[in-house]
């Protein structure tokens, strides 16, 4: 099964907002509400922004959201701020033969 | 409070097999509701997702290196490993162990990493 499809990029200015993309297919997003998000910041492990499409764990600033659309997941960070510079990753369930996929992977510049 | 904390040689020769451990401490690999499992980052690169395992034997595998590796549970001492064989130097990457949640399936808790270089 492919990789899920991400920008390699997205930028925004401090206290605006911006939406990164995550594509699959009708056999992962599509097909399951087991989407996620993670932050990771150069060097670090990654963390967990968004479970379940929308659900926020807690201790993340509600300025994260997330959504899903057709088999099309989207992170949007509301009011960016400086440390949210960060590269971030989607991940699905795809069913039981492919539990985990990743998506590749879009750097989040706060200009 | 959950930690994982990977361990194993920085270094493997080329075609040997490439060893982590995972030691978890503030909660049991036992615990029902989680899946253990095993993801790397090459240099540079994004996440892959090696295989996972569930406290009743049950252990799924990236297809893609289904062949070279296993993931080895070791309840006893409240770690898992992973072995992965025939490395080359595309197996090159920042380990990481992490707790995947039974319900809502994301990794909760990650370990921090531990980069294997694969070279001679």
């Known amino acids: 099964q492919s990789a899920l499809t991400q920008p390699p990029s997205a930028s925004g200015s401090p206290g605006q907002s911006v939406t990164i993309s995550c594509t699959g297919t009708s056999s992962d997003i599509g097909r399951y509400n087991y989407v996620s998000w993670y932050q990771q910041h150069p060097g670090k492990a990654p963390k967990v922004m968004i479970y379940?499409?929308?659900k926020r764990p807690s201790g993340v600033p509600d300025r994260f959201s997330g959504s899903k659309s057709g088999s099309t997941a989207s992170l949007t960070v509301s009011g960016l701020q400086v440390e949210d510079e960060a590269e971030y990753y989607c991940?699905?369930?795809?069913?039981?033969?492919?539990?985990?996929?990743f998506g590749g992977g879009t750097k989040l510049t706060v200009l | 409070q959950l930690q994982l904390q990977e361990s194993g040689p920085g270094l493997v020769k080329p075609s040997e097999t490439l060893s982590l451990t995972c030691l978890v401490s503030g909660g049991s690999i036992t615990n029902g509701h989680y899946y253990w499992g095993w993801i790397r980052q090459p240099p540079g690169k994004g996440l892959e997702w090696i295989g996972s395992?569930?406290?009743?034997?049950?252990?799924d595998y990236n297809s893609s290196l289904k062949s070279r590796v296993t993931i080895l549970e070791d309840s006893s001492n409240n770690q898992f490993s992973l072995k992965l064989n025939s490395v080359t130097a595309a197996d090159t990457a920042v380990y990481y162990c992490?707790?995947?949640?039974?319900?809502?399936?994301?990794?909760?808790?990650w370990g921090q990493g531990a980069l294997v270089t694969v070279s001679s």
């Open positions: 991940s699905s369930y795809a069913g039981s033969n492919t539990p985990v996929l």
């Open positions: 379940e499409v929308s």
């Open positions: 992490a707790r995947r949640t039974g319900i809502s399936l994301e990794f909760d808790c």
């Open positions: 395992f569930y406290y009743t034997g049950t252990i």
